[in-house]
């Protein structure tokens, strides 16, 4: 509220900026939700708004479902669609309180026998899933589905008992990593960038960003693509940059790429806006409407992107 007490005015991006070309490919496919969230990113939006649409996938057992990650469809609650629903709360500032408490109890609920999460729990068994997701009965702990959580709630300053176990499993898993592939490193990013113990995140990170350069995990140019493979499993161009470990400047994935790396990085970002003013996915398009459903999350963080690296959006 302003110190009239009246609701800020909505902002008008300048005509044929990248935010307003956004804004219109926002209001034209995105679900209410990422409209909601676009809205408050970008245009004066309030929060409450954004947390009304994100209660649509809340569940009973204090999880999220309902296809809030686009690759997981059906009702029942999973930790992606959960991590992501935290993700959510974060940018708006609302990673807190009962809500919160509620969600650790669904992640002890769920969780494995080494108190951590696995990427798909077995309810999903009967409802449509990507090819690349597999169900199975007894599934592993993920450092893919655990990193981002624990790291939002140590963020968040949230003290649950869930976190303890949960983070020494983040810890042993990054520890041991000597070979990986990009989503499980920006993982393993997100827990580092907000694990209490300072100095030993900065060594684990020190070591992954040789790992990432030594596996040609990033695609450090973008003109030359063919010369950084691409991870098993993953769809052909499925390529990471600099730009999607380092989300921030102030990520310790920042220190990996020179400043040369990272401009020509947000360049490639910049230009990858379509013309029809969003952004495109880059994994496996396995249904048609997966991409109508995560191009506009695409377009949002890309956004963010630019914006927290300076760029001018509009």
Known sequence: MSETGASPLPVTPPARSPLFRAEHFVWLTARVLEQRLFAHHFL??????????????RNEDGGYGHALEPDLRGPVSQPLHTGHALRVLDSIGR???????????YLTSVSTADGALPAIHPSQRGYPAAPFMPIVDDPP??????????????????????????????????DSL????????????????????????????DRL?????????????????????????????????PHDYARTPSSLARA????DEMERSLDFLAAAQQEDGGW????????PGIALEARPQVTIEALRALR???????
């Not at 495109?280 to 249904?287: D, F, G, V």
């Open 280 to 287: 495109p996915i880059r994994w496996r398009q396995w249904a």
């Open 308 to 314: 927290a690296y300076g760029r001018s959006i509009g």
């Open 44 to 57: 004066n939006g309030g929060a409450d708004p954004v947390e009304t649409a994100l209660d649509a996938y």
């Open 209 to 241: 960003g040789r790992l990432v350069r030594e596996h040609r995990l990033a695609a450090l140019d973008p003109d030359d693509l063919a010369a950084y493979p691409v991870a098993p499993g993953y769809a052909p161009g499925e390529h990471h940059f």
């Open 141 to 174: 702990s993920e450092l893919l589905a655990t990193g981002p959580v624990v790291g939002l709630l140590h963020r968040n300053e949230v003290w649950h008992a869930w976190l303890f176990r949960a983070t020494d499993f983040c810890w042993q898993a990054i």
């Open 178 to 205: 000597e070979k990986s592939h990009p989503y499980e490193i920006e993982a393993a990013v997100a827990f580092l960038d907000s694990a209490p113990d300072r100095p030993r995140a900065e060594a684990a990170a």
């Open 256 to 259: 990996w790429f020179t400043d």
């Open 95 to 105: 990673c807190g309180g009962q809500r919160v408490e509620r969600v650790c109890r």
